[in-house]
């Protein structure tokens, strides 16, 4: 079976630091994607890594070990409008599968 | 800019009717995934498919079915709907054999009575 967990909820204050967490145990693997959803409205792309180590995209770094089964994300300088879901997601190797955790709530405060 | 469209933002059918979900994207990609979305459960997968007239189960395929019969159209039928069916269905759609990442639709918020 394919199983990916993330914490439920986490919180954090403007300008911090956050990080947040995936583990995967899956038939295969082919590569990881991180996710944001707001509230009400559909995941949008973030970050993707298929080789271990950190990938950085401005604000938003990606981190992976295969070995380890583990992947996190990292939000610097956080503002209010981070708060959020984000979705970890596993591609399943030789199959065209995305599997999701169940996905993190971020809520910044001021 | 990819495209997803679903047919219906917000849903109310009555248990036992059958009911389409219609999903269509204009970038001529190859897979296509439809996808529950429930509290506490996050995002789960009922069917996708990679290309036209294919599909696979996912890991909650009981009580749903699809179809692929346009390559920019994938749509999810529930048979005889239940009130155990009452989510947020997301469709989305990426290019195949390539580590591409998924675009999503708005969501259809289904209610069941």
């Known amino acids: 079976g394919q199983n990916i967990d993330q914490p439920t909820e986490m919180t954090a204050t403007e300008g911090a630091i956050v990080q947040i967490n995936c583990t995967y145990q899956?038939?295969?693997?082919?590569?990881l994607f991180w996710y944001q959803q707001h509230a009400g409205e559909a995941p949008t792309f973030l970050s993707y890594n298929v080789l271990d180590g950190l990938e950085e995209k401005g604000r938003f770094s990606s981190f992976l070990s295969r070995s380890k089964g583990y992947s996190y994300l990292l939000l610097k300088e956080l503002q209010m409008k981070d708060s959020a879901s984000y979705l970890c997601?596993?591609?399943?190797?030789?199959?065209?599968?995305?599997?999701f955790g169940t996905g993190t709530r971020l809520q910044v405060f001021p | 800019d990819v495209k997803v469209t679903q047919s219906s933002r917000y849903l109310v059918k009555r248990t036992g009717e059958k009911v389409f979900l219609e999903c269509v994207q204009d970038?001529?990609?190859?897979?296509m995934f439809w996808y529950r979305q429930d509290p506490g459960l996050g995002l789960r997968l009922i069917y996708f498919s990679y290309d036209v007239k294919m599909k696979e189960k996912g890991d909650i395929p009981e009580g749903y079915s699809v179809s692929r019969e346009k390559k920019e159209r994938f749509s999810l039928i529930l048979e005889s709907a239940s009130t155990n069916q009452t989510s947020m269905y997301l469709c989305a759609s990426r290019l195949g054999s390539m580590n591409t990442e998924a675009f999503f639709g708005q969501g259809t918020r289904l209610t069941v009575v």
């Open positions: 997601a596993v591609k399943i190797k030789n199959t065209d599968k995305l599997i």
């Open positions: 899956t038939s295969g693997f082919n590569g």
């Open positions: 970038m001529d990609h190859e897979n």
